[in-house]
C-alpha cells in the first residue's frame, strides 16, 4: 500500500500519526505500507508562496490514495489554501463522491433527546456547485461592488453522483436515498438535480425514494435524523448538512469523510471533517477519531473490508469506554492496541 500523507496545518500532523499508527497496527503481516509524505500547507506557502505546485500534484499521481489531515492557517488569507491546494486536489483528481458517512456511536454526546438510532452517509457532490469558482466582482472595493458566485451543475456532474449514491443506497439494509436541494427557489440546478434523480431512480425500483428542500432537512437533522439513510446533495449544501450530522453524533472529533474519485482514474484521498484547530495546535489535546475513522474509509476504498470494520468496531468499543480528558496519542495508542489484538 504506497500512500501519500499530507499531514497540513494545526493539529493536522498530530492526528495525521495516530491514524498511521492504527493503519500500520491494523494491516495484514504481508502487506507493505509505503508512505510519501508532502509538505504542504501554511507553512509551504509562507516560505515559497506555493500551495500547490503542478510537480507535486503529478507526484500524487502515483499513490493508491491520499491521507490528509487539516488545511488552513488564520496566518495565511481566507481561501488561499482552501482554493489552492484542498480544493484544487478535489478538482484536479476528480473527487465527485465526497462520501460523509454519520453514526451516533456508543457513548458519544448527542443534544438529541433518547439517543435515536442515526446511521446515515451524505454523498455530497464534490467538483461542482458553488465551488466551482465560477464567480468574480466588478466596482470591486466601490459602494457600488457587485459579487457574483455562480453555482454549476452539468447533467453529467449531476448524473454521475446520483448514480453512485442510489448504488450505495440499495447496498444498505434500508435502501432509502433522500435528495436535498431547493428546487423551490434555485429552479434551474434544482430540476436538472430532480429530474435526474427521477431518472436514475428507474434503475433502481428497489431504492425507496424521497426530497427534502435544504431548509427542511436541517430540521429532521435535529428532530428525526433515523429517518435518514443515504442522503444524495449538492457540494455547498453537503458542506453545511455533514457539519450539522457531526454535531448531533458526537461532534466533529468524529466525522470522517472520502473524496473519492470511484473510476480510480486519481488516488482518492480521505480526511477529516474537521479543521486545523490552530487554537490547540501542537497541544496533544485534539481527538484523532475522525482521522482514524478516515482511515477505515481509506482501508474500505482500497479493498480491505475486513480491516476497515476491524477499525470501526475498535473506535466503537473505545467510545464506549472512554472517560476523563485524553490526549491525542492516548486514543491513538488505545484504538492501535484494539485493532492488533
Ligand atoms: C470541508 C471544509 C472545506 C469545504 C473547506 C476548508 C474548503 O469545510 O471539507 O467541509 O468547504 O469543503
Ligand atoms: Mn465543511
Redesign the pocket.
Known amino acids: 500500500m504506497n500512500l501519500a500523507v499530507i499531514p497540513g496545518d494545526g493539529i493536522g500532523p498530530e492526528v495525521v500519526a495516530e491514524g498511521l499508527k492504527v493503519l500500520t497496527a491494523v494491516l495484514p503481516q504481508d502487506v507493505k505500507l509505503e508512505t510519501g509524505t508532502y509538505d504542504l500547507g501554511a507553512r509551504r506557502w509562507h516560505e515559497t508562496g506555493e500551495t500547490l505546485p503542478e510537480a507535486e500534484l503529478e507526484r500524487l499521481k502515483s499513490h493508491d490514495a491520499i491521507l490528509l489531515g487539516a488545511i488552513g492557517d488564520p496566518s495565511v488569507p481566507s481561501g488561499v489554501l482552501e482554493r489552492g491546494l484542498l480544493l484544487k486536489l478535489r478538482f484536479a483528481f476528480d473527487h465527485y463522491v465526497n462520501l460523509r458517512p454519520s453514526k451516533l456511536f456508543p457513548q458519544t454526546a448527542t443534544p438529541l433527546a433518547g439517543r435515536p438510532d442515526i446511521d446515515f452517509v451524505v454523498v455530497r457532490e464534490g467538483t461542482e456547485g458553488p465551488y466551482a469558482g465560477n464567480g468574480g466582482s466588478f466596482r470591486t472595493g466601490t459602494p457600488a461592488e457587485v459579487a457574483t458566485e455562480v453555482s454549476l451543475n452539468t447533467a453529467y456532474g449531476v448524473e454521475r453522483v446520483v448514480r453512485d449514491a442510489y448504488a450505495r443506497a440499495a447496498a444498505r439494509p434500508r435502501k432509502k436515498l433522500t435528495l436535498v436541494h431547493k428546487n423551490n427557489v434555485l429552479v434551474y440546478a434544482g430540476h436538472l438535480w430532480k429530474n435526474l434523480f427521477d431518472k436514475v431512480g428507474q434503475e433502481y425500483p428497489e431504492v425507496t425514494t424521497d426530497y427534502l428542500h435544504v431548509d427542511a432537512a436541517t430540521i429532521f437533522f435535529v428532530t428525526d435524523p433515523a429517518r435518514f439513510d443515504v442522503i444524495v446533495t449538492d457540494n455547498l449544501f453537503g ?2 448538512l ?2 450539522l450530522a457531526a454535531a448531533v453524533t458526537g461532534g466533529i472529533g468524529l466525522a470522517a469523510s472520502g473524496n473519492i474519485n470511484p473510476a480510480g482514474d486519481f488516488p482518492s484521498m480521505f480526511e477529516p ?1 474537521h ?1 486545523s484547530a490552530p487554537d490547540i495546535a501542537g497541544l496533544g489535546k485534539a481527538d484523532p477519531t475522525a482521522t482514524i475513522l478516515s482511515v477505515a474509509l481509506l482501508l474500505r476504498h482500497l479493498g480491505y473490508e475486513t480491516e476497515a470494520v476491524r477499525v470501526e468496531e475498535a473506535v466503537s468499543a473505545d467510545l464506549a469506554e472512554r472517560s476523563g480528558a485524553r490526549t491525542t496519542t492516548q486514543t491513538g495508542d488505545a484504538i492501535a492496541v484494539r485493532v492488533a489484538s
Request: glycine share 16%; aromatic share 0%.
Open positions: 458542506d453545511i455533514t457539519d471533517v479543521g
